[in-house]
């Protein structure tokens, strides 16, 4: 049964460090709905690193680019603008409409909307990024016909965004027009009602995990020594230098532990130097970024997960930890500060929740586990079950098939 056409608005493909969206659009099309990727850029194959588009590679067919086929020179401009006012004179009031969104007169903006014009008969569009959702809101008011999702993932919720875009009233027309606002963690909902989301707008769908490719490799044998590892982007809000201050005071208690520290990022060459003038590198392994089977198979050789994000400055913070989850459907208990969403990831039966920035309780809790390695693998088995019972794919797939059908 044809379901209709959803377009994925995303800012290039393949996203390749959001393996998720990819996720959200081929549980799209197992839900029975067409699908189109509409995106700003597509980025060279050789840069087509991403496991997913690998086994699905089909999707490159669904991509449409956003071009509004502007002619450089002004008078060509001109005389394309008046040919597509005079086709579509019939709608020269939704037009008006569209152009009153402006806040100052442009050729462009009718190009902009022939463009978008090819789309009126789609179901709906699911935006992903707040970023990203121009210039549906102005479409909208205009008379644009599909439902409008957004999803927020995080850094798109606090201000500045990207260290330059200000909150002068910036989301407004997003949450006046919009038919649904998608927050994966109550955390980042309650950001997006302090930015003036509707409530009745707003929903908490999390981002989801594959349970059946992350998961226990029966037969691999663990480290002999106890060995921490942690999956992130090496970025000061990541907060490592508080897990490798952490780490140094348990060496120093004479534990035979090892971390791993997956992922690379700008302060890899900080936290190298403090591996150095701490004696550390011989219980240290950087190993880069790494593919999700590589992860995965990581994983299931060491014994705890340790997740230690902070609050940035301008108050974002991990909107629901991913990693944490994936890590858990692997088997291994966690260990994480109580920042942003993460706490919503896990419960006191698969972990520790401790105070952000808590070295001594960190350095406590992961002696814990060292010690008494009953209680370690009690959490582990539980660990894989709550995220089998909240963050499969076959759990979360139910609330997108209630919101694309609804």
Request: aromatic share 12%; with cysteine.
């Amino acid at each position: 049964m044809d379901k209709g056409i959803i377009v994925f608005k995303v800012p290039e493909f393949p996203h390749v460090t959001e393996t998720f969206i990819l996720h959200q659009i081929l549980r799209a099309i197992d839900l029975g709905y067409d699908v189109i990727i509409l995106v700003r850029k597509i980025l060279p194959q050789d840069q087509w690193n991403n496991d997913v588009i690998k086994t699905h590679h089909y999707l490159f067919d669904k991509v449409v680019v956003e071009n509004f086929e502007v002619p450089k020179k002004l008078l060509k401009r001109l005389i394309a603008w008046v040919y597509i006012l005079l086709a579509d004179i019939n709608n020269l009031h939704n037009i008006l409409v569209y152009y009153r969104q402006k806040k100052c007169f442009s050729l462009t903006w009718l190009f902009e909307w022939n463009f978008f014009k090819q789309f009126d008969h789609v179901k709906l569009f699911h935006v992903q990024y707040g970023t990203n959702q121009y210039p549906l809101a102005d479409l909208k008011e205009a008379g644009f016909k599909p439902k409008l999702i957004c999803s927020f993932h995080g850094h798109d919720a606090f201000f500045p965004i990207n260290g330059f875009i200000e909150n002068n009233g910036y989301y407004n027309g997003l949450f006046r027009n919009f038919d649904k606002i998608i927050a994966n963690t109550p955390y980042l909902g309650k950001q997006l009602l302090n930015l003036g989301c509707p409530f009745e707008k707003l929903q908490h769908v999390p981002v989801t995990v594959d349970v059946n490719r992350f998961h226990k490799i029966k037969g691999i044998d663990k480290h002999e020594t106890f060995t921490l590892i942690t999956v992130s982007r090496l970025h000061k809000s990541k907060g490592h230098k508080f897990l490798l201050s952490a780490f140094n005071k348990l060496i120093k208690k004479g534990l035979k532990i090892n971390l791993n520290i997956i992922g690379a990022g700008p302060e890899l060459e900080e936290l190298k130097s403090y591996t150095e003038l701490n004696n550390l590198t011989d219980f240290v392994q950087f190993t880069g970024a790494k593919s999700a089977e590589e992860i995965i198979e990581l994983l299931n050789k060491c014994h705890l997960f340790v997740f230690t994000p902070i609050t940035l400055d301008n108050g974002w913070a991990e909107s629901q930890g991913l990693a944490v989850s994936e890590a858990m459907a692997c088997g291994l208990p966690v260990i994480a500060f109580d920042t942003g969403g993460v706490r919503y990831t896990f419960n006191d039966k698969t972990g520790y929740l401790i105070k952000e920035k808590d070295v001594e309780d960190l350095v406590q809790k992961i002696n814990i586990l060292y010690q008494n390695r009953g209680l370690l693998e009690k959490m582990s088995s539980n660990s894989r079950e709550f995220v089998i019972r909240n963050y499969s794919n076959k759990v979360v797939e139910k609330k997108w098939k209630i919101l694309y059908a609804n």
